[in-house]
């Protein structure tokens, strides 16, 4: 059966829609001669549908609503469950949704053991940590994450396959370089980004993964030719450990820095970063170069 083509229409005023989608439906059930219940309307807000209730009731048209949340629907979560999945390594809840999907095919008796066999794993490694006994070789055998687990699966690793397969169509479709991977953490949720390409520009939270990890992700970055930047939002000491990052990297590509911020913030620190040239100056001071002015941040507590 031929479905008509969607059509998007917009109006100069918002008063107008309701009057439209009344008038639409009217007109589409006399020419198909179809039953009431067979129109729909989603809307987004309760103030959207006072307007259509009003115009329906006008038109002498039958209706009936539903709380529905459009997002509650199973193929909408799905849906988001996919995106999410595609825009995060580290997101195994959606990833753990999208596997469940029915053209993958994915045994859940299979996909069940092999997550207890994991979540065994897991245990006997923090017992084992806990008692020191814990080996290097041990932890290289254990899975990292749910994306591990579905490799061991079958269909699990035509689940992986598509959700690289939509990463590479996003990062060839983009008519600019693209810069990502901020949120993630350690070299193992950088890898699979790096062995499809996925970024231009490896952005790396030098605060959040520790300088001496995100040498090593820059490290790796530089093996696919991937250059690195600075996830830097933050104040002047984090200014400063982002800049030792970006001096030391060989692939460093440009680093971001906060310049708007509270009129008082530079009464926090001992010394007060310096941009010479658009190029951030590096301390020449011990450790960072930067130290924390304490008796200014007491003066200003948190307020609650």
Not at 29 to 50: I, T
Not at 95 to 120: G, I, K, T, W, Y
Not at 232 to 239: A, P
Request: glycine share 4%; proline share 7%.
């Amino acid at each position: 059966m031929l479905r008509p083509p969607v059509a998007a229409v917009s109006f100069a005023v918002k008063e107008a829609e309701g009057p439209d989608v009344a008038s639409v439906i009217a007109e589409v059930q006399r020419k198909l001669r179809c039953k009431w219940k067979d129109f729909a309307v989603l809307y987004r807000s309760h103030a959207h549908r006072d307007d259509v209730i009003r115009e329906l009731a006008d038109a002498e048209i039958p209706f009936a609503i539903e709380n529905l949340d459009v997002s509650d629907a199973p193929e909408v979560r799905d849906l988001f469950a996919c995106l999410r999945a595609v825009s995060s390594v580290g997101d195994d809840i959606s990833l753990f949704r999208a596997a469940a999907l029915p053209q993958f095919n994915v045994d859940p008796v299979q996909l069940r053991e092999a997550m207890r066999s994991l979540a065994r794993d897991g245990r006997d490694a923090k017992s084992a940590q806990e008692n020191g006994q814990e080996r290097k070789q041990e932890r290289d055998r254990r899975p990292a994450s749910l994306a591990a687990v579905l490799d061991r699966v079958p269909g699990g690793s035509a689940v992986l396959e598509v959700i690289r397969a939509a990463r590479d169509e996003i990062k060839r479709g983009a008519p600019c370089p693209i810069a990502s991977c901020e949120t993630l953490h350690g070299r193992r949720e950088f890898k699979p980004f790096f062995d499809h390409y996925a970024t231009d520009v490896a952005i790396i939270d030098v605060i959040w993964n520790g300088l001496n990890e995100s040498l090593k992700i820059a490290a790796m970055a530089d093996v696919y030719e991937v250059n690195c930047a600075p996830h830097n939002f933050y104040g002047h000491l984090c200014s400063a450990i982002s800049a030792t990052f970006s001096a030391v990297a060989p692939n460093f590509r440009v680093m971001e820095i906060d310049i708007d911020s509270a009129p008082w913030r530079d009464e926090f620190y001992e010394t007060v970063p310096v941009i010479e040239d658009g190029k951030f100056v590096l301390p020449k001071g011990p450790g960072w170069g930067i130290n924390i002015n304490e008796k200014a941040v007491r003066a200003r507590p948190p307020k609650t």
